[in-house]
T-cell receptor, first 114, second 111 residues
Framework: GAGVSQSPSNKVTEKGKDVELRCDPI?????LYWYRQSLGQGLEFLIY????????KSGLPSDRFSAERTGGSVSTLTIQRTQQEDSAVYLC????????????FGPGTRLTVT | SQKIEQNSEALNIQEGKTATLTCNYT??????LQWYRQDPGRGPVFLLL?????KEKRKERLKVTFDTTLKQSLFHITASQPADSATYLC??????????FGAGTTVTVRA
């Protein structure tokens, strides 16, 4: 079956612009996660969705970052007024339920802010 | 503050040997621990999960141990193959959804 997909795969933007990153989770997966991975760093948790609700937004670095999920499926991560320090790979993952189950990751979106 | 540390050095081993990776943590009481594999340009892929009350888990050529007293997990790849070359990430969770990841250890298996 189809795995987690993300778009775009690469995004280059100018400092100060807004960007939207999209994640399509595996069908039927109720839990969805966003992470950020900077060069040589571990994955940094950003936000968790259960259905369309986000019970944990604690990892969002600033109020320039927001995310939503609609229809219990597609999620969008929006970064407003991008800064150079936002450059990283943004990874989305989904899991069957909110539990100790494994997370399935997408290929990521590489964001470069110039 | 909570910290997760994996082998700081990359691991280079000969094909057929066993690779042993460490994951140490501090200021953490994980309920479970997971290991993932990540290839360049790709997202991580789940390998194994071990719970706090389990000492050891095996899957094919992979073995994971979890010592909550030492606050350490060991990840072994036996009879290693060049196809095992990748970065391996450990991830801990103390609740039922949020994973905290280590920076990873890069393994290169020489033919």
């Amino acid at each position: 079956g189809a795995g987690v997909s993300q778009s775009p795969s690469n995004k280059v933007t100018e400092k100060g612009k807004d960007v939207e990153l999209r994640c399509d989770p595996i069908s039927g997966h109720t839990a969805l996660y966003w992470y950020r991975q900077s060069l040589g760093q571990g994955l940094e948790f950003l936000i968790y969705f259960q259905g369309n609700s986000a019970p944990d937004k604690s990892g969002l670095p600033s109020d320039r970052f927001s995310a939503e999920r609609t229809g219990g499926s597609v999620s969008t991560l929006t970064i407003q007024r991008t800064q150079q320090e936002d450059s990283a790979v943004y990874l989305c993952a989904s899991s069957l339920k909110r539990s100790t189950s494994e997370q399935y990751f997408g290929p990521g979106t590489r964001l470069t802010v110039t | 503050s909570q910290k997760i540390e994996q082998n700081s050095e990359a691991l280079n081993i000969q094909e057929g040997k066993t690779a042993t990776l460490t994951c140490n943590y501090t200021n953490y009481s994980p309920a479970y621990l997971q290991w993932y594999r990540q290839d360049p340009g790709r997202g991580p892929v789940f390998l194994l999960l071990i719970r706090e009350n389990e000492k050891e888990k095996r899957k094919e050529r992979l073995k994971v141990t979890f010592d909550t007293t030492l606050k350490q997990s060991l990840f072994h790849i036996t009879a290693s193959q060049p196809a095992d070359s990748a970065t391996y990430l450990c991830a801990l969770s103390s609740n039922d959804y949020k994973l905290s990841f280590g920076a990873g250890t890069t393994v290169t298996v020489r033919a």
